[in-house]
């Protein structure tokens, strides 16, 4: 079963304006971890911004904001004042637990949205 | 600040030959990871490595190997290449669990196209 859930495959905002990018996430535990990530055409990911499970208040970086509703399981990225630079695939990721147990997590990610800035 | 670092960045090799991936984790990272995004793909986990010990499987082939070396560097190696493998293939690194923010950092990915 799918984890993340990205439902936008693409979407469309003029430059300048806000846009807000949906996941929702599914898991069992008590703590996690949520990314996102902007993967541009020329293919590397890059961390955008991280938001735990138990963090009060929703992230912020610089433009990227997360809108993080816990009891929706949803973790929205909000862009404020799109650039032209923006255009982009954007990735949700949830940090789980790894199947071997242990102390360490991997990434899961969702299927991604692309993004298109307009001028 | 030092990043992830993969080589080769780009990869031409023909069905049935082999590959080989090389990983250059953060300096004092000890958690290598491996992904693979065919085009217009998520990215999918392979494998990880923990202090030098394969900590978890995901969707691997049976002919790709990997391991993490005493540098804590990785390779990936992939055999009997096939067309389905073409790919652009990740490494990240953590410091043990991963933590918040930058928790895991990529590398630029390795882009392998198999003809």
């Known amino acids: 079963a799918q984890k993340i859930t990205q439902t936008q495959p693409g979407m469309f905002v003029q430059e300048k304006e806000a846009v807000t990018l949906d996941c929702t996430y599914d898991?069992?535990?008590?703590?996690?971890?949520l990314f996102w990530y902007k993967q541009p055409s020329s293919g590397e990911m890059i961390f955008l911004i991280y938001?735990?499970?138990?963090?009060?208040q929703n992230a912020t970086e610089g433009r990227y904001s997360l809108n993080f509703q816990k009891a929706r399981k949803s973790a929205n990225l909000v862009i404020s004042a799109s650039q032209l630079g923006d255009s982009a695939m954007y990735f949700c990721a949830m940090r789980e637990p790894q199947e071997s147990g242990g102390s360490n997590y991997k990434l899961t990610f969702g299927k991604g949205t692309l993004l298109t800035v307009n001028p | 600040a030092a990043g992830v670092i993969q080589s080769p960045r780009h990869l031409i090799k023909e069905k049935r030959e082999t590959a080989t991936l090389k990983c250059y984790p953060i300096?004092?990272?000890?958690?290598v990871y491996w992904y693979q995004q065919g085009p217009g793909q998520d990215p999918q986990f392979l494998i990880s490595f923990y202090e030098k010990m394969q900590s978890d499987k995901g969707s691997i082939p049976d002919r790709f190997s990997a391991q993490q070396f005493s540098d804590y560097h990785s390779e990936l190696n992939m055999s009997s290449l096939e067309l389905g493998d073409s790919a652009l293939y990740f490494c990240?690194?953590?410091?043990?669990?991963?933590?918040?923010?930058?928790?895991?950092?990529f590398g630029s990915g390795t882009r392998l196209t198999v003809v």
């Open positions: 990240a690194s953590s410091l043990g669990r991963a933590g918040r923010n930058y928790g895991y950092t």
């Open positions: 938001q735990g499970s138990y963090d009060e």
């Open positions: 300096p004092r990272h000890d958690t």
């Open positions: 898991t069992s535990d008590q703590s996690y971890g």
